[in-house]
């Protein structure tokens, strides 16, 4: 009988646990819940006897990997895949996979959010400023990005978007702006919404030089990675420009200068929550269940990354 590990630091929703126990019990496989576990070493010896796994942001690095013998494949209810070691993966014969697109209105929604919450004042009554009629930069035209910018038009938001790895007319389609270059998008428009992977290309990629940029009532909204965020430069930013606004759900490592000393200007979520609605953990969790099941039923390795 296959055994699979959910494991998730921070806990789906109980409906989506019990979804995805059912997609288990209904293949006829031993399904283990492993939810806000206190220390990396309880995954570790978790996943020892494990045939798959599923995570959300959970760290599966060589350590677990070399810890779990009888692993197949792991899937990662989500989007982005930093969290694993890919490489090690690769060389033990593990195959990894995500769910693109299962959590993406969730993100995408909290990115509008962040916008309203800022600009009325974080819902204080004294007067604040619309979206409407402001230009909007989506910086990575994925799942999460092509959702903001449905939302942004539905604010009358004029929307742009850059995304060398998107076929312009997708974008054009969707009644979008291209941009061809990233520093056009940011010279364009005073919200810029993220939606970059973390990988070693675009590690530091937003510096200083890219977001000075952005015209005056500049606002930079993160709901994708800190990685991607250059800190010297983001801090220069703040030193630098007045108007500056900097919204995110992936705090910096420098949150705690940046809101001592510019606290009127940044949001920051108490703790990583774009992905944290009940639709979003059923959708991302049932699907992860369902590829694993495909998977080791049929070899089916859609969504597979490595
Ligand atoms: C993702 O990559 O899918 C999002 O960042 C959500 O991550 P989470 O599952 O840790 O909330």
Same mark, same amino acid.
């Given at each position: 009988?296959?055994?699979?590990?959910?494991?998730?630091?921070?806990?789906?929703?109980?409906?989506?646990?019990?979804?995805?126990?059912?997609?288990?019990?209904?293949?006829?496989?031993?399904?283990?819940?492993?939810?806000?576990?206190?220390?990396?070493?309880?995954?570790? #010896?978790?996943?020892?006897?494990? =045939?798959?796994? @599923? $995570?959300?942001? /959970?760290? %599966?690095?060589? +350590?677990?990997?070399?810890?779990?013998?009888?692993?197949?494949?792991?899937?990662?209810?989500?989007?982005?895949?930093?969290?694993?070691?890919?490489?090690?993966?690769?060389?033990?014969?593990?195959?990894?996979?995500?769910?693109?697109?299962?959590?993406?209105?969730?993100?995408?929604?909290?990115?509008?959010?962040?916008?309203?919450?800022?600009?009325?004042?974080?819902?204080?009554?004294?007067?604040?400023?619309?979206?409407?009629?402001?230009?909007?930069?989506?910086?990575?035209?994925?799942?999460?990005?092509?959702?903001?910018?449905?939302?942004?038009?539905?604010?009358?938001?004029?929307?742009? #978007?850059?995304?060398?790895?998107? =076929?312009?007319? @997708? $974008?054009?389609? /969707?009644? %979008?702006?291209? +941009?061809?270059?990233?520093?056009?998008?940011?010279?364009?428009?005073?919200?810029?919404?993220?939606?970059?992977?973390?990988?070693?290309?675009?590690?530091?990629?937003?510096?200083?030089?890219?977001?000075?940029?952005?015209?005056?009532?500049?606002?930079?909204?993160?709901?994708?990675?800190?990685?991607?965020?250059?800190?010297?430069?983001?801090?220069?930013?703040?030193?630098?420009?007045?108007?500056?606004?900097?919204?995110?759900?992936?705090?910096?490592?420098?949150?705690?200068?940046?809101?001592?000393?510019?606290?009127?200007?940044?949001?920051?979520?108490?703790?990583?929550?774009?992905?944290?609605?009940?639709?979003?953990?059923?959708?991302?969790?049932?699907?992860?269940?369902?590829?694993?099941?495909?998977?080791?039923?049929?070899?089916?390795?859609?969504?597979?990354?490595?």
């Amino acid at each position: 009988m296959a055994k699979v590990l959910v494991a998730t630091v921070k806990p789906f929703s109980a409906q989506a646990v019990e979804e995805v126990k059912g997609v288990f019990q209904e293949a006829g496989y031993e399904v283990e819940v492993l939810s806000a576990y206190p220390a990396q070493s309880d995954l570790i #010896a978790a996943v020892a006897d494990a =045939d798959g796994l @599923i $995570i959300r942001s /959970d760290n %599966v690095d060589r +350590e677990v990997l070399e810890a779990a013998s009888k692993l197949k494949i792991v899937v990662r209810a989500g989007a982005g895949y930093d969290n694993v070691d890919l490489e090690a993966a690769t060389e033990k014969g593990v195959v990894v996979m995500n769910t693109p697109g299962q959590n993406s209105n969730a993100v995408a929604e909290l990115a509008a959010g962040m916008m309203v919450y800022m600009n009325r004042n974080r819902l204080t009554p004294s007067t604040g400023t619309e979206l409407r009629g402001k230009k909007l930069g989506i910086h990575a035209y994925g799942y999460v990005g092509r959702i903001v910018g449905m939302i942004a038009k539905g604010f009358g938001m004029k929307v742009y #978007a850059y995304d060398p790895f998107i =076929d312009p007319v @997708i $974008i054009k389609n /969707d009644g %979008v702006a291209v +941009e061809t270059s990233a520093e056009s998008l940011y010279r364009k428009c005073e919200y810029i919404s993220l939606h970059i992977p973390a990988n070693a290309e675009t590690r530091g990629l937003v510096n200083f030089e890219l977001m000075n940029q952005m015209p005056q009532g500049a606002t930079l909204v993160n709901t994708a990675r800190k990685e991607v965020i250059d800190e010297e430069g983001l801090k220069k930013m703040f030193q630098v420009r007045d108007d500056f606004r900097y919204l995110s759900d992936i705090a910096p490592d420098c949150k705690e200068e940046l809101l001592e000393a510019y606290g009127e200007r940044v949001f920051f979520t108490p703790k990583k929550m774009g992905a944290q609605t009940a639709e979003a953990n059923l959708n991302a969790g049932v699907a992860a269940a369902r590829q694993i099941v495909n998977f080791l039923e049929h070899g089916d390795t859609t969504f597979k990354v490595n």
